[in-house]
């Protein structure tokens, strides 16, 4: 098999190399673009470039992408994350709002996908009784892939750190 130097996924390895080991980000972003003008409908090569526009702060570029990437594949659920966080940024709560209900129906018990959607409420919102035990029952439901007793009910909020990316984050403590 020969290396084919400007192929889309040779593109796409060299941007997450670029990214990732060489730290540079300008690069590879440089070779997404190309990747893309190749193959504007790969949903893949779109949220790749959306989540660097997004680490650059581009939120405009970043939702254009994360939506039409939810036109070509509905149930990617790492695009639905990356959604309900763009729109959070903005402030299109509900937006977000809608695409947790998707992301939720995609992985109801998944704690980080519980967790991202409840940021994505608004606080006086998440703050009411039924949204809250919406989001208690979504915590304790037992799920047979999960080792041991279910969660319990103590949820601790942390304070508001940084990823390594930048962007904000709220967090939660679950206790067994």
Not at 29 to 39: G, K, M, N, T
Not at 161 to 173: I, Y
């Amino acid at each position: 098999m020969a290396l084919r130097p400007n192929a889309v996924r040779t593109r796409r390895a060299r941007s997450t190399y670029l990214l990732n080991v060489a730290g540079d980000e300008q690069a590879a972003s440089a070779e997404i673009d190309l990747a893309l003008r190749e193959s504007p409908n790969d949903a893949s090569l779109l949220s790749s470039s959306g989540s660097q526009d997004m680490n650059r702060g581009d939120l405009g570029s970043a939702l254009t992408k994360f939506e039409r990437v939810r036109e070509l594949e509905p149930r990617i659920s790492g695009n639905l994350t990356s959604l309900v966080q763009a729109y959070t940024y903005v402030g299109r709560a509900a937006d977000a709002k809608a695409a947790g209900a998707t992301l939720l129906t995609l992985r109801p018990l998944d704690t980080q996908t519980i967790q991202q959607v409840a940021i994505a409420l608004p606080s006086r919102q998440f703050r009411s009784k039924v949204t809250l035990s919406v989001f208690m029952s979504r915590l304790t439901a037992p799920a047979a892939n999960l080792a041991g007793p279910p969660f319990s009910k103590t949820v601790v909020p942390c304070s508001v750190s940084s990823s390594s990316m930048g962007w904000p984050r709220a967090c939660a403590r679950l206790s067994r």
